[in-house]
């Protein structure tokens, strides 16, 4: 069987990402006809870190638990590639032991790199270009509250970093309507805009880029953000804050030109009262935590669809 990895929702149909929905939403309510801590028996998975983490490492961690399967943290720094020894050797090493990788890198041509020399799944625990395994969790938590995807209006609000690109990605191919509003300079990728207008030729998403936070969250379903200042962009700081504050905070003014139960989405960490407020994440359109225990339940889902491709619940 040929090995296959997920660094973009790309190489995911759409019909993938329902089976991956339709399996977490089984995960999570436990409504598995199998044994779940049968599903990763005997395997090993790698969780390797360059970049800080609190839910990407928790939720696989307890996720591999849970399915009957062993992880291996390794930081970075502390493997011998902070000292040097390439991407290649250790992708080739770490296939003579585990069953697959998930990592998290500064650079997304790190991870292809990975991808290319293991003869295992690697998973991307988020580069610098995309966060795929957080897009499945917050279609999940959107086809969880609204009851489908078909249709949906969701609005972007601030930065077109790796979250709002793989959020294109995700909503073109599933028919989720998305606007994004960002300042200059600050756009999404063109990878993923070109992703997401040939997947919405498809699906039939509408896909915008505005300028404009208001004319974006126009009686929208959704609405999402994430920090102004990701990891990686620390020296840029004070100049980005200038860029986006005070325009592109998600705020209560904002919430009232959306439709009246419009959630409120964020792939955490938040930074308070910088991209939103404090009485939009506390208030009661917010569904984050939600949406953060849902990458609990899609890790199970990921996992368990690259590592047992027979997996099948009848
Ligand atoms: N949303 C997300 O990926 O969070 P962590 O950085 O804590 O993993
Ligand atoms: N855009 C953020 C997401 C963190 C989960 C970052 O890259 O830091």
Known sequence: MEKRDFLTLQSFKADEIREMLELTRRFKEGSLSINEGSILSGKSIVLLFQKHSTRTRVSFEVAINQLGGHPVCLGWRESQLG??????DTAR?????VDAVVARVYKHSDLE??????????INALSDMYHPCQIV?????????FGSLKGLKVAYV????????????GCSKMGVNLSVACPSGYEP??????????????SGSEIRILRDPFEACKDADVIYTDTFVSMGDEAERE??????????QVNAELLKVASDNVLFMHCLPAHRNEEVTDEVIDG??????????NRLHTAKAILAMMLKRDFHNP
Do not use: Q
Not at 113 to 122: G, S, T
Not at 139 to 145: A, C, D, F, N, P
Not at 239 to 248: A, D, I, N, T
Not at 284 to 293: F, G, L, N
């Open 83 to 88: 000292r040097g020894e390439t991407i290649a």
């Open 93 to 97: 090493v770490l296939s003579r032991y």
């Open 113 to 122: 790199e990975m991808a290319k020399y293991a003869d295992i799944p690697i």
């Open 137 to 145: 969790a917050d279609l999940y938590t959107m086809w969880e509250k």
């Open 158 to 169: 601030g930065d077109g970093n790796n979250v709002c690109n793989s959020l294109l990605i």
């Open 189 to 202: 990728s063109s990878e993923a805009l070109r992703f997401a207008e040939r997947n919405s030729k498809e």
């Open 239 to 248: 100049e980005r804050l200038s860029v986006f504050l005070p325009k592109y």
């Open 284 to 293: 009661p359109h917010s569904v984050v935590w939600d949406e953060a225990e």
